[in-house]
């Protein structure tokens, strides 16, 4: 099956189910769906970001938090973060829900994301297996690095990830250190 062909969750303003949609068709229509975010920090306090693979249907060679998804019918939020973090990054690890959030935004190729998202953290120090299919590479980055990257070069960051950053990235980090 084709990501573009896969089944996305509808939902309404209180992220409750609605329905179900291809997600190409989902992103064409604007239709707000669920979706899951995942940040990993390390030790270290650098933040890891993957730069989403040129062939990517919307957002090619973006950089962007550690991995996205959106669950499949009838997965539940934490099972789908861990899954898409096998199998983009290669990473097995203990996440914690941090937030839910919303955001709505042309994405490139008349696409829409409109999408209530659960975002997860955890801090992680061990290997990144890239999946060459969807991640170009990876970097971590220290919080002030990246803020700064993202001031100086809007362009090359996910809207979505520039959401997160703009709206809680001290929580992020905070939550992180408190870890």
Not at 64 to 72: E, G, K, L, S, V
Not at 143 to 153: N, S, Y
Not at 169 to 174: G, K, N, P, V
């Amino acid at each position: 099956m084709l990501e573009s062909d896969e089944l996305v969750v509808l939902v309404d303003g209180e992220d409750r189910e609605i329905g179900q949609a291809k997600k190409f068709d989902a992103h064409r229509a604007g239709s707000r769906h669920r979706a899951i975010s995942v940040c990993l920090i390390d030790s270290q306090g650098r933040m890891l970001l993957q730069r989403r693979a040129a062939a990517k249907y919307h957002s090619g060679g973006l950089w962007t938090n550690a991995c996205c998804t959106h669950p499949r019918p009838g997965e539940s939020v934490g099972p789908a973060a861990q899954r898409r973090l096998r199998e983009e990054l290669g990473i097995d690890c203990a996440l914690s829900f941090l937030r839910r959030t919303h955001y709505r935004a042309a994405v490139g190729g008349d696409l829409t994301e409109d999408e209530i998202v659960h975002l997860f953290l955890a801090v992680y120090d061990g290997p990144v297996r890239p999946n060459a299919e969807e991640v170009s590479e990876t970097r971590w980055l220290a919080r002030h690095d990246l803020l700064d990257d993202v001031a100086r070069r809007p362009a090359a960051y996910t809207y979505w990830f520039k959401h997160y950053l703009d709206a809680f990235a001290d929580t992020l980090f905070r939550a992180a250190a408190a870890a």
